[in-house]
């Protein structure tokens, strides 16, 4: 089983609609998560991180946390066409002895998100 | 200016050659590191350094090798290229200092022949 999961896609949505994407991941000593988005042929950009189980909103984008069932989603609301790209979901392993945070972040394969006029 | 630069951008080699990626940072972040990027294989890290004299391999390190010039300054060499290094090559920096959110270079395009 992959530490990270992701749906490879392509996942394909009509402009203003929703789009979810989704991850699964195996330890459950996961303590943040983070979603980025990389268009193609460029670097990851940092869309959100969550730490707490729920959701968390910033603009069009939600970030939901479930960490009895290891899962965490990013929500797109009224997509756009300049959201196409591939979504990638990574997760930092549980916190070194000391209490500071693990550091090494494990990807997942990368969601490609398409949006259509 | 970009807070993580990488250099070169591009670059084309043939079979055997030393190649050295540079990365240099100037956000202030002691953790840095190095992944490649492969169609469908997604970010695989190689190295990892939390501190100048603190470097570690991750999961895919055999054929790399890295020096930590200074805490804005992490390089990654390809002691003898060879064609299945062909990849995109990223530099990333973190602080655990709050989120410990990781920050990407631009990347670099590898071409080996």
């Known amino acids: 089983q992959k530490e990270v999961e992701q749906n490879s896609g392509p996942l394909s949505v009509p402009e203003g609609a929703i789009a979810s994407l989704n991850c699964t991941y195996s330890?459950?000593?996961?303590?943040?998560f983070f979603w980025y988005r990389q268009y193609s042929g460029k670097s990851p950009e940092l869309i959100m991180f969550?730490?707490?189980?729920g959701d968390k909103e910033d603009g069009r984008f939600t970030a939901q946390l479930n960490k009895a069932s290891q899962y965490v989603s990013l929500l797109i609301r009224d997509s756009q066409p300049s959201d196409s790209a591939t979504y990638l979901c990574a997760v930092n392993g549980r916190p070194n002895a000391g209490g500071t945070s693990y550091g090494k972040l494990t990807f997942g394969q990368g969601t490609i998100l398409t949006v259509h006029p | 200016d970009a807070d993580v630069t990488q250099t070169p951008r591009n670059r084309i080699t043939k079979t055997g050659k030393r190649i050295m990626l540079e990365c240099s940072q100037t956000?202030?972040?002691?953790?840095m590191y190095w992944y490649r990027q492969d169609p469908g294989l997604g970010l695989r890290l190689i190295y990892y350094?939390?501190?100048?004299?603190?470097?570690n391999k991750g999961e895919i390190s055999d054929g790399y090798s890295v020096s930590r010039q200074a805490q804005a300054k992490f390089s990654l060499s390809l002691e003898s290229a060879i064609p299945n290094q062909t990849a995109l090559y990223f530099c990333?920096?973190?602080?655990?200092?709050?989120?410990?959110?990781?920050?990407f270079g631009p990347g670099t395009r590898l071409t080996v022949l």
């Open positions: 990333a920096t973190s602080s655990p200092l709050g989120t410990d959110t990781q920050y």
């Open positions: 330890d459950r000593g996961s303590q943040s």
């Open positions: 969550i730490y707490s189980n």
């Open positions: 350094s939390f501190d100048v004299k603190d470097i």
């Open positions: 956000k202030g972040h002691d953790r």
